[in-house]
Antibody, heavy 123, light 107 residues
Framework: EVQLLESGGGLVQPGGSLRLSCAAS????????MHWVRQAPGKGLEWVSA????????YYADSVKGRFTVSRDNSKNTLCLQMSSLRAEDTAVYYC????????????????WGQGTMVTVSS | EIVLTQSPATLSLSPGERATLSCRAS??????LAWYQQKPGQAPRLLIY???NRATGIPARFSGSGSGTDFTLTISSLEPEDFAVYYC?????????FGQGTKLEIK
């Protein structure tokens, strides 16, 4: 069974840092670009970041560029999102998502979603 | 950045009725548009990809159409479990963006 399991969320003060992880299983992790998508409480979905299958290319939304860093370890089937200089508007559920298509830098569609991890930025 | 505008914001229908949801892009996304369903407390679920292809396990009552800038998600006969929020999303270029969502509620 294909699964994504996020961890690392929590409460952090404005200006602080947090590292999210996503453990993938049930598919050939290195063959897929992986993404992070977030959803603020009561709001819609916002694409955050992506990293190519072998990690050479990264993509970021303007809202997080320069503050967030996406990375992956294909030997451990793990995706990470290092978040720094956090702001109140970064408060959201963060989803790790897999694209449907293999072997390419696809910006969707997203066929597998994790359960999400909540990040709250507040003093 | 391509902006996706969904309409209506809220759609009130009864089980058995036909639902038609719209997604309009600020510029052409070719056929690279997907639809997702999200229920409260759950992650989104992929319904339709590349405008008209049903994802694995999605019932035939869900169908998608359109190309360029105008797209439609149709649910032919609503089941009780279909009442949820629906989002469109394009993959035409970076950044990927989502529409703001249409809430399908029971009338």
């Amino acid at each position: 069974e294909v699964q994504l399991l996020e961890s690392g969320g929590g409460l952090v003060q404005p200006g602080g840092s947090l590292r999210l992880s996503c453990a993938a299983s049930g598919f050939t992790f290195s063959s897929y670009i992986m993404h992070w998508v977030r959803q603020a409480p009561g709001k819609g979905l916002e694409w955050v970041s992506a990293i190519s299958g072998v990690g050479g290319r990264t993509y970021y939304a303007d809202s997080v560029k320069g503050r967030f860093t996406v990375s992956r370890d294909n030997s451990k089937n793990t995706l990470c999102l290092q978040m720094s200089s956090l702001r109140a508007e970064d408060t959201a559920v963060y989803y790790c998502v897999k694209v449907y298509f293999t072997s390419g830098d696809y910006a969707g569609p997203f066929d597998i979603w994790g359960q999400g991890t909540m990040v709250t930025v507040s003093s | 950045e391509i902006v996706l505008t969904q309409s209506p914001a809220t759609l009130s229908l009864s089980p058995g009725e036909r639902a038609t949801l719209s997604c309009r892009a600020s510029q052409s996304v070719s056929g690279y548009l997907a639809w997702y369903q999200q229920k409260p407390g759950q992650a989104p679920r992929l319904l339709i990809y590349d405008a008209s292809n049903r994802a694995t396990g999605i019932p035939a009552r869900f169908s998608g159409s359109g190309s360029g800038t105008d797209f439609t998600l149709t649910i032919s006969s609503l089941e009780p479990e279909d009442f949820a929020v629906y989002y469109c999303q394009h993959r035409s270029n970076w950044p990927a963006t989502f529409g703001q969502g249409t809430k399908l509620e029971i009338k």
